[in-house]
């Protein structure tokens, strides 16, 4: 069967990580989240990590080579046989060239790109009121609030907060969002691997509408 990867893009806060791991379950393909993977690095204090942290906490995206060796190191694993859902990467035109030569070398190319549309004004909110789990789910104390106040509905941990949340550095990264990742709109427009998606309806609806886009390839 040919493999399947699909990009996920959008502003930070748009909801491609929680878009992403539903996707991925119901295509039973891998979810590969750059932001996921330095933060894993961070928690082990690998040297991956320690480079990746100052960058990530003053919301700048990790120089382009680092970031695709680490993905080019996860999407080898066995776990990607079917293919992978991408989330949060590529992030910049060198990136996504990196990540076209990396699929043809797997003799593969991306199949579609979900491009989660959600107005700035929505992102801040978005963002302040998220809580995660360190298993990675996602959570908001209004949209998509846990059982029990911070406390993983699934395993019982406790959530937290996003170093990289705050206000000033959620609008920083909307800033740096706009300059160096929106032109892969155009980039992946001009491949006719584009669909967009209303990001303003609710989880379960967005997640439809994607799936839908899928069915369609
Ligand atoms: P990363 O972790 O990728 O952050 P991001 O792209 O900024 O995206 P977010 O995780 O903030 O948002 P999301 O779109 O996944 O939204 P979510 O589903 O959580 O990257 C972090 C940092 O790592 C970067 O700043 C950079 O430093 C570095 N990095 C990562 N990748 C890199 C790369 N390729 N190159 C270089 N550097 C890289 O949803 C947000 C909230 O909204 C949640 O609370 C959720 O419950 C809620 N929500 C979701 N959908 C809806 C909905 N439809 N309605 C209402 N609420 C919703």
């Known amino acids: 069967m040919a493999k399947m990867y699909l990009v996920m893009l959008g502003p930070p806060g748009a909801g491609k990580g929680t878009q992403a791991k539903e996707i991925a379950r119901q295509l039973k393909l891998a979810h590969i989240s750059t932001g996921d993977l330095f933060r894993e690095n961070l928690k082990n204090e690998t040297e991956l990590g320690k480079l990746a942290q100052s960058y990530m906490n003053a919301g700048e995206l990790v120089p382009d080579d680092v970031t695709v060796r680490m993905v080019e190191d996860r999407i080898s694993r066995p776990d990607c046989e079917r293919g992978a859902v991408l989330d949060g990467f590529p992030r910049t035109p060198n990136q996504a060239k990196a990540l076209d030569d990396l699929l043809g070398?797997?003799?593969?190319?991306?199949?579609?790109?979900?491009?989660?549309?959600?107005?700035?004004?929505?992102?801040?909110?978005?963002?302040s009121g998220r809580w995660m789990s360190p298993s990675g789910r996602v959570y908001h104390a209004k949209y998509n609030p846990p059982k029990v106040k911070w406390i993983d509905d699934l395993d019982g941990s406790q959530l937290y907060q996003r170093e990289d949340d705050k206000p000033e550095t959620v609008r920083h990264r909307i800033e740096v969002y706009n300059e160096q990742t929106s032109p892969l709109i155009a980039y992946y427009q001009e491949k006719n691997l584009l669909v967009e998606i209303d990001g303003t309806q609710g989880i379960e609806k967005v997640t439809d509408a994607i799936m839908k886009a899928v069915g369609e390839v």
């Open 105 to 127: 070398k797997l003799g593969s190319s991306v199949k579609l790109v979900p491009y989660i549309k959600v107005p700035d004004e929505v992102l801040v909110e978005r963002l």
